[in-house]
Every structure is written in C-alpha cells, then in structure tokens.
C-alpha cells in the first residue's frame, strides 16, 4: 500500500537536544511538507520541498532544518534554538506541477520534558 | 496574501440532524479549496476539493460543499450526521502551483479548524 510514515508516533526531548523525526513516502510524489499543529491554531508550514536536494522555509522555519537528500525521505530537525518544540508535526507529499492534494502522514507528537 | 477563516470552533448536532461547517477564504490569484478531517491522533484526511468546474463538490462519507466565488465561501455540508463524524475538520486553500522548479507542489494555508460532536 502507498502512503506516508511518521517515525516515531511519540517523542520526548528534554530542553537543549536536538531531535530529527523521520518522514517517508511512497507515493512517488515530488513535493513534501512539514506542518506544526498546536491546539486552535490549525496547521502552519515549517519547511517545503519541490524536488530533491531543494528546499524552502516555510511560515514558521525558526529553530528548524531538513533535508531532502532522497526523494522518498524528507527528515526534520528540531533544534534547542526552536523555544517551544512541544506539538504534533505532519508530514505531507503532493504529486508535482498542477494543484493536488496533499496526503498527510499519522503524525509525531514531540514533548519537551 | 491567502487566508481561511473557520468561524466556529465547535459545533454540537445530535446524530440524524444536518450540519454546516462554515469556511470563507481570501485570495488574489486563482481560487484551489479542501476540506479535510482529523481525526484524534490522526492525520489529516481528504473529504473533497474543488480544483475548477461544477461548483457543488461530493466527498467521501456523504459530505459535500459548494464554492461560492461572490461570497468566497466554501462551506461543508451533511444532511444527516452519524457518531463516527464526531472529528476536527479542517478548510485550507491553495496559492496554486510552485512553478519555480521541477517538482512543483502547492502551499496550502488552514483554517483553525472546526470540532464537530456528534450527541446521541
């Protein structure tokens, strides 16, 4: 079946460490996203990414980084500089070109302890 | 500059009774608008889109909604609401293709969603 992993569902960091949560995909798609959720504030874009080995900052990209080293990999990095990382993370892909929907992962919810 | 405004952040409606979930949009290019359901610990999952054409847009699980261009509204509409739709759901609409490369793909911007709960 094709779709989209998160890895791993749950994450607790304490302050100061850095954390990579994992997102792949198997949809062939060319673009992937990383969106924020927290409580009433829908979802916001951190990072996105057209192609391999580009990518673009998003609304809120502070305190982020990624990288898109494959197509079917598009991992994120919550550093100590982002001040409060405790929120559930989705990752989406959308085929390229023409507007398409985006198809979202299961999330990661990371806790800073 | 898009936005998506979600008037009601809860709605309560007792099962077999109709529901509207309210979604208006503002956009200065060409207009691309979901709807999408969350459910508890849960992605986000596509009900319906409207890309272009016929103004009323069918989902899955028997929701529907019209895009109104006059009054940029896309609200979400089911005439008989069932327990298992108690979820949080969620307008978002497109700037339209990214152009700049290759691969392409779409921002899209949220609503803050709404919650809707199903009552026996």
């Known amino acids: 079946d094709g779709g989209i992993t998160q890895s791993p569902k749950y994450l607790f960091r304490k302050e100061g460490q850095n954390v990579t949560l994992s997102c792949e995909q198997n949809l062939n798609h060319d673009a992937m996203y990383w969106y924020r959720q927290d409580p009433g504030q829908g979802l916001r874009l951190i990072y996105y990414?057209?192609?391999?080995?580009?990518?673009q900052k998003g609304d809120i990209a502070e305190g982020y980084s990624v990288s898109r080293e494959k197509k079917e990999s598009f991992p994120l990095t919550v550093t100590s500089a982002q001040k409060n990382p405790t929120a559930f993370y989705l990752c989406a892909s959308s085929r390229g070109l023409a507007v398409n929907e985006q198809f979202f992962g299961p999330g990661t919810r990371l806790t800073v302890l | 500059a898009q936005s998506v405004t979600q008037l009601d952040s809860q709605v309560p409606v007792f099962e077999e009774a109709p529901v509207e979930l309210r979604c208006n949009y503002s956009?200065?290019?060409?207009?691309?608008l979901f709807w999408y359901v969350q459910y508890p610990n849960q992605g986000l999952q596509l009900l319906l889109k409207y890309l272009s054409g016929s103004t009323l847009v069918k989902g899955i699980n028997g929701f529907e909604a019209e895009f109104n261009k006059s009054q940029t509204s896309f609200h979400l509409r089911k005439p008989s609401v069932h327990i298992s739709d108690t979820a949080e759901y969620f307008c978002?609409?497109?700037?339209?293709?990214?152009?700049?490369?290759?691969?392409?793909?779409?921002?899209?911007?949220f609503g803050t969603g709404t919650q809707l709960k199903v009552e026996l």
């Open positions: 990414s057209q192609i391999v080995n580009d990518f």
């Open positions: 956009s200065s290019v060409s207009v691309y």
């Open positions: 978002a609409v497109s700037d339209g293709g990214l152009y700049g490369l290759t691969g392409g793909g779409n921002k899209l911007t």
